[in-house]
């Protein structure tokens, strides 16, 4: 992440100063950070911790090394410092780490060699430690612009027995260019810094416990109430965190965790290249993802009694996308995991149809675009996921909803895609009803039915599949276009998965695209039913089927487009109105 993280704190003396700073170096270290300044220097042991190489050995430049700094340096001279405003000392080489992965050096110093960057910080300090402080004086606060950078802060009180008020102030501030990236690492910055502070002020509270009980502050201030303040500022009350704390390692360590958490928040979050507009089903997946993420969020403040029962509803939707950390909370949701199913398994919509037939495919098939309810019954639960997740490629994200295997049977307007165990009761006006398909995966009277299509799936060869419908579809039925196209993907053997997979992703766009259409002549311009019918022609969608499965496919629209395309339209219309 390009971003610079500091440690701040409010002197008495000299006011807000920056103690301890690192920042990510993608390029060389400046000039004179060369071997050739370690020449004298004895060899150091290296440390390794999560994937970065932990070193002291390179000399930083800082300007704060007092004396050390050239006078055009942008630094403080060393007669504006104090000992509280001294994080490292004159000559110390600061600390560098090296990420092998990514060839990225985390270097932390008192204060950034450049002399933009070291005013950039520098008024992100004053400002966190003087006007932009929350409630209370303790928090964190999100303040910037776009020519100084944004920052997200976190004020702070450290215990100190010789300070007034026996505490001072410091702020943990984290300054990037990027607003968007920053504000969406807000949960995770504030969460790490949070526990950097605890832990500061956990040891300074122990230092401070013990010399309150050696030598009582509160009562000698007393006993010298009416003493002139000025006589009472005797020039060591100034002290370093160092001594605050009593951590003789604690730049070290603040430096390990400063560089862990700007390795850990740039690799969390990652920009993906879309060439052109973003897909339906990119959109669908993303309003998914976020619906799944605010679901866990309230399983995770909710009592374990309650978690049970809204566990089943999450588990139709969630496994339209590939599963993220988030979704490991759902039940089942490994399982759809391809690559860990031990069973055979169901490899693409080809090997589907080779295993059914063609006939049985084309009738499982014109059922699933038309939005008709798909029911498998068997006993092997993998073999029924691996189905569905076959199934679901010919649909659009947002008109799959999937119940993988449940023990009674669920209404068509849960579930377009129903797994079921052999025993259940299917009522008998759903087994007639010409929208459903149910598929009955049997025991084989013989030993192969069909030709092994792979070495290692000889397993599938125990089973039957009998697909019925109160609505068989006649093979000489046209059907909907893109079902025919898909048809003679499938039948082309000059081309691979992998091709028949993109043919695919690009038929669904082709129609989405018309429904995209057929939705805002339909719904939003209210056009007239001859000219829907005018419309339809010109697409190439107006056969029966067609018309079926755009208004279906209808539903899978995302509510971004949808509230887009309301807004624009209607805007047009307001202002006219208003003319």
């Not at 060369?34 to 150091?44: T, Y």
């Not at 209370?136 to 802060?153: A, Y």
Request: net charge negative; with cysteine; glycine share 6%.
């Amino acid at each position: 992440m390009n971003a610079i993280v500091a440690l701040c704190h409010f002197c008495e003396l000299h006011g807000p100063r920056t103690l301890f700073c690192t920042e990510v170096l993608h390029s060389p270290l400046p000039q004179g950070a060369s071997s050739g300044d370690m020449a004298g220097q004895s060899e150091q042991a290296e440390e390794e911790e999560g994937g970065i190489q932990m070193s002291s050995r390179i000399r930083s430049h800082s300007p704060a090394e007092g004396a050390s700094a050239d006078s055009s340096s942008p630094g403080p001279k060393k007669s504006d410092m104090c000992e509280g405003c001294r994080s490292l000392a004159g000559g110390h080489p600061g600390y560098v780490s090296h990420d092998k992965e990514t060839s990225i050096k985390y270097v932390s110093h008192q204060h950034p060699n450049h002399p933009q960057l070291f005013s950039i910080v520098r008024q992100a300090c004053v400002r966190s430690l003087s006007c932009e402080v929350c409630p209370g004086r303790e928090g964190p606060i999100f303040f910037g612009d776009e020519q100084h950078g944004f920052v997200f802060s976190h004020t702070f009180f450290i215990k100190d027995s010789l300070a007034r008020g026996f505490q001072r102030w410091y702020s943990i501030i984290t300054i990037m260019m990027d607003r968007i990236y920053l504000i969406n690492s807000w949960p995770f910055l504030l969460g790490k810094i949070r526990g950097i502070i605890d832990e500061l002020q956990g040891k300074a509270l122990k230092v401070f416990e013990a010399e309150q009980y050696g030598c009582p502050q509160r009562a000698q201030r007393m006993n010298t109430a009416f003493t002139p303040f000025l006589h009472q500022r005797n020039g060591n009350a100034a002290r370093s965190l160092t001594s605050l704390t009593n951590d003789e390692n604690l730049w070290a360590c603040l430096h390990t965790s400063f560089a862990w958490l700007l390795k850990a928040c740039g690799s969390r979050l990652t920009e993906k290249l879309l060439e052109g507009a973003p897909t339906e089903d990119t959109l669908v997946q993303m309003e998914k993802l976020a619906d799944l993420k605010e679901e866990s969020e309230g399983w995770d403040g909710s009592e374990e009694e309650e978690k049970p029962s809204s566990q089943p509803d999450a588990v139709e939707g969630q496994e339209l996308s590939k599963c993220s950390p988030e979704t490991s909370l759902m039940p089942d949701c490994n399982s759809w995991n391809v690559a860990h199913r031990r069973l055979s398994v169901f490899r693409s919509l080809r090997h589907m149809r080779q295993v059914l037939g063609a006939s049985a495919f084309r009738m499982l098939a014109w059922h699933v675009l038309m939005g008709n309810q798909v029911i498998w019954k068997a006993r092997d639960m993998d073999l029924v996921q691996s189905a569905f997740d076959v199934l679901r490629t010919m649909l659009p994200i947002g008109c799959v909803r999937i119940i993988p295997y449940s023990d009674h049977y669920e209404e068509a307007y849960r579930c377009n895609f129903l797994g079921l165990s052999p025993h259940v009761q299917i009522p008998s006006h759903i087994l007639s009803s010409e929208f459903a398909v149910l598929v009955e995966v049997r025991t084989a009277a013989r030993s192969s039915l069909y030709p092994t299509l792979f070495d290692e799936e000889q397993s599938l060869n125990k089973y039957e599949f009998v697909v019925t419908s109160g609505s068989p579809v006649a093979a000489d039925r046209v059907g909907p276009t893109i079902l025919n196209k898909i048809e003679a993907a499938l039948t082309n053997q000059n081309l691979s998965v992998d091709v028949v997979d993109q043919c695919l992703v690009c038929l669904k766009e082709e129609w989405m695209n018309k429904v995209k259409v057929l939705f805002k002549f339909t719904k939003v311009d209210s056009r007239p039913k001859e000219d829907t019918q005018k419309l339809l022609s010109i697409l190439g969608a107006a056969e029966e089927d067609n018309v079926k499965l755009l208004k279906f496919w209808m539903t899978g629209l995302s509510k971004t487009y949808k509230s887009h395309l309301m807004s624009t339209v209607r805007s047009p219309t307001s202002s006219e109105s208003r003319n």
